[in-house]
């Protein structure tokens, strides 16, 4: 069975403190590709970043970043220097597209991120 | 347009009747999922189309809930007899190629309410 475990249901940070957004997934699959999205009050899921299993390179794009760890079947997501507009609700997300033909998301419950002035 | 247009937005139905939730994917995007969200959940996955072909409907709850992509564009999804568990925000995603190897693109989605 495949699953997506983000066991922090809500955060709240003040400005410029940097944040850590935990995911841990469940796969026997050895192809499959992870996702962050970013779903803010608008509605719209985001995409952030996908990276798929043969790549364990962390990854850094402004103030995100991301720590990918096959050994705890973990892909950390974390926001330096956070702001304001960095709330939302965050959902880690993964796919095995050799396994399931379409490659349909199976996500996580999602962090609420809270970042007060 | 530029990116997946969702109608309506918004829906109010009275338990019991038909409804019926439209995705305009992004041109060209050969795949198309739908995903039901509950108030505080993650996604969850309906069904999936390549081009016009439904290749994975094992999400669906239920036989009320019927989705059809006739010409590879537009996709239209139906929940007939709607109850008061339909209640949910209805995404709609499409991606570039088959298998959802590339991202998908989400629309705003269509909350729908069923009193």
């Known amino acids: 069975a495949q699953k997506v475990t983000q066991a922090q249901t809500e955060i709240s940070v003040v400005e410029k403190e940097d944040v850590t957004l935990d995911c841990v997934y469940e796969t026997r699959d050895t192809t499959y590709y992870l996702f962050w999205y970013k779903q803010p009050p608008s509605g719209e899921l985001v995409f952030l970043i996908r990276r798929n299993s043969f790549d364990e390179q962390n990854e850094i794009s402004g103030r995100y970043s991301w720590n990918f760890q096959k050994s705890t079947s973990s892909f950390n997501f974390t926001i330096t220097a956070s702001q304001v507009v960095d709330s939302a609700v965050y959902f880690c997300?993964?796919?095995?597209?050799?396994?399931?033909?379409?490659?349909?998301?199976?996500f996580g419950q999602g962090t609420e991120l809270s970042v007060k002035p | 347009g530029a990116g997946v247009s969702q109608s309506p937005r918004y829906k109010v139905a009275k338990r019991g009747q038909d409804v019926a939730l439209r995705c305009d994917p992004i041109s060209g995007h050969v795949s198309l999922f739908w995903y039901q969200q509950a108030l505080g959940q993650g996604p969850e996955f309906l069904t999936y189309f390549q081009n016009e072909a439904q290749l994975d409907k094992s999400g669906l709850p239920s036989d009320r809930f019927f989705a059809e992509r006739p010409e590879g564009s537009v996709s239209t999804l139906k929940i007939q007899r709607t109850q008061q568990e339909d209640s949910a925000v209805y995404l709609c995603a499409s991606s570039p190629g088959p298998r959802g190897i590339q991202p998908q693109h989400f629309g705003d989605g269509t909350r729908l309410s069923i009193l």
């Open positions: 997300a993964l796919s095995s597209p050799l396994y399931n033909q379409g490659g349909k998301l199976i």
